[in-house]
């Protein structure tokens, strides 16, 4: 198995650009999960999917973010207009079942690193 | 809300010597699951080890092992026989147990960043 897909592994763009990161899951798990990383606030969950439904997006910062997950193995999340406050590593997480359990941890992309200047 | 609270923000360790990574959190749920989550310089977030809080085994994987108190909500890493591949931020997490199989979130500390000297 591949592992957590996340495209593209950097990103670096300009204020006011939009910005969509991609995430392929692992192939049968039911849940998807999108965080963010910086030094200031750690990880912080943005939104999580189960069966492609959005379950819990109280963590998604503003309107400029959304997430998307047309279908069980793709998902994005999008920054539009995009803010230097926004650069952050955006880390994509997967789940076997019904959300993260015991049994079924997360498993974990690789992350985009964000640079918004 | 729950919260999880590292309170050392790095720390250092001699090879083949043994450190503990501390962890504390706070919740008013009885049954959770705890896990520490280590994330090397290639920035991918690896699962090391899980505890049930209502074990109260401490929870092993090889060199590494735990030290749950579940009273004191504490929730401790010990790492054995530090390897130099060790060298990673490592992040503990909580998880509160949903009675219905419904979906849970992982909270996260803000981590721990450990170097193994050669």
């Keep these: 198995d591949a592992g957590v897909i996340q495209s593209p592994r950097h990103e670096v763009t300009e204020m006011g650009q939009e910005v969509t990161l991609r995430c392929k899951p692992i192939s049968g798990h039911n849940s998807l999960f999108w965080y963010r990383q910086t030094m200031m606030r750690g990880l912080e969950l943005l939104i999580y999917f189960n069966n492609n439904v959005p379950i819990d997006d109280s963590g998604m910062p503003e309107d400029r973010f959304s997430a998307k997950m047309p279908n069980a193995s793709f998902s994005t999340l999008k920054i539009q207009p995009s803010e230097p406050r926004d650069s952050a590593v955006y880390f994509c997480a997967s789940s076997l079942g019904q959300g993260a359990t015991y049994n079924s941890p997360l498993h974990f992309g690789n992350g985009t690193r964000l640079t918004v200047t | ?118």
């Design chain 2, 1 to 118: 809300a729950q919260t999880v609270t590292q309170s050392q923000p790095e720390m250092s360790v001699q090879e083949a010597e043994t450190v503990t990574l501390s962890c504390t959190y706070d919740t008013s749920e009885n049954n959770y699951y705890l896990f520490w989550y280590k994330q090397p310089p290639s920035r991918q977030m690896i699962l090391v080890i899980r505890q049930e809080a209502y074990k109260q085994q401490n929870a092993t994987e090889n060199r590494f092992s735990v030290n749950f108190q579940k009273a004191a909500k504490s929730f401790s890493l010990k790492i054995s026989d530090s390897q130099l591949g060790d060298t990673a931020m490592y992040f503990c997490a909580f998880m509160k147990h949903d009675i219905w199989g419904g979906s849970e979130k992982l909270v996260f500390g803000k981590g721990t960043k450990l170097t193994v000297n050669p």
